[in-house]
């Protein structure tokens, strides 16, 4: 399975003065965990890296302290993650039939999740993980009053990773840019042009680290993971 990691952004929502994928979260960038996620995986073996061309030498030292058989590339960046995308997709190899996309921003996401995508998108033109809505939404006007409450029971909150047939979702991204969308994933493409789109169950801790408060949250929701994967060891040695 192919898989391309959207890394080119600025983090400009982080305050950060540098890309926030090379942010540490418990000792290790925020990139370096996506990527360990990725290498875990049963099925990833090709793995594109999109990114600004000024964090490619973090990103290669990165690299070469990984251990991993998968193969890696770095490819150029967007001004926007759709095109960031765009241009990663333009990069895969011309046998990839289907692909994920999983931003690197999502660095806790499991190795299962990821799995469990590349398992359902040889099946469907398109999927993505998601995960139902909890707070009550409402749809406000631009003087701040609210026109609708939606029914809770229809809204999910879309993560990555998303997985497609590489022929369409080509096709879409050129049609968007033909057509001048502007949408913040590949999904929305997928529907505009009137392609079905499956849910696959994300995961509640695959949270997007946007903000301090994201680190934040991500270093709690890492450091009980790592003590839970750490007693299942201890567990199968025996002590
Ligand atoms: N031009 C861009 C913008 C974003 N991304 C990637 O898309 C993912 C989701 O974007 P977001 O969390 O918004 O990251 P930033 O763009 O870095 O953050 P901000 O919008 O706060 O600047 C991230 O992994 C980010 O690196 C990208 O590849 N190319
Ligand atoms: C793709 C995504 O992570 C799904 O939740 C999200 O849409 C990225 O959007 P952002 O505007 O770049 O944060």
Same mark, same amino acid.
Request: charged residues 25%; proline residues 5%; negative net charge.
């Given at each position: 399975?192919?898989l391309l990691i959207p890394a080119a ?12 994928l ?9 990139l370096?965990?996506t990527l360990?996620?990725a ?8 793995i594109g890296i999109i990114g600004q061309? @000024?964090d490619f030498?973090?990103f290669q030292?990165m690299i ?8 890696i590339e770095l490819i150029e960046g ?6 960031s995308?765009?241009?990663g997709?333009?990069a ?10 999983h931003?690197g ?43 609708? $409450? ?9 993560? $990555? ?8 979702? !080509? ?26 789109? !499956? ?23 890492? $450091? ?14 025996? @002590?």
């Amino acid at each position: 399975m192919y898989l391309l990691i959207p890394a080119a952004g600025m983090g400009r929502r982080m305050g950060s003065q540098r890309n926030k994928l090379l942010l540490t979260l418990l000792g290790k960038s925020l990139l370096s965990w996506t990527l360990e996620a990725a290498f875990k995986s049963h099925y990833i073996n090709w793995i594109g890296i999109i990114g600004q061309p @000024v964090d490619f030498p973090d990103f290669q030292k990165m690299i070469s302290g990984l251990s991993t058989n998968k193969s890696i590339e770095l490819i150029e960046g967007g001004s926007t993650r759709q095109e960031s995308v765009y241009k990663g997709l333009q990069a895969l190899p011309p046998e990839a039939e289907q692909v994920l996309i999983h931003d690197g921003a999502r660095c806790l996401a499991t190795p299962e999740l990821l799995d469990r995508c590349a398992e359902e998108v040889v099946k469907c033109p398109g999927l993505i993980a998601a995960v139902p809505v909890k707070d009550t939404i409402k749809v406000v006007d631009s003087s701040g009053l609210i026109q609708d $409450t939606p029914d809770r029971r229809n809204l999910w909150a879309a993560q $990555t990773p998303q997985g497609f047939e590489v022929k369409l979702l !080509k096709e879409c991204h050129e049609k968007g840019r033909q057509l001048g969308w502007e949408v913040t994933d590949d999904a929305a493409l997928f529907e505009k042009c009137g392609l079905p789109v !499956k849910v696959v169950a994300g995961e509640e801790t695959n949270l997007k680290v946007t903000t301090p408060v994201d680190l934040r949250v991500a270093e709690f929701i890492l $450091t009980e993971a790592l003590k839970k994967e750490e007693g299942r060891s201890k567990k199968e040695e025996g @002590v």
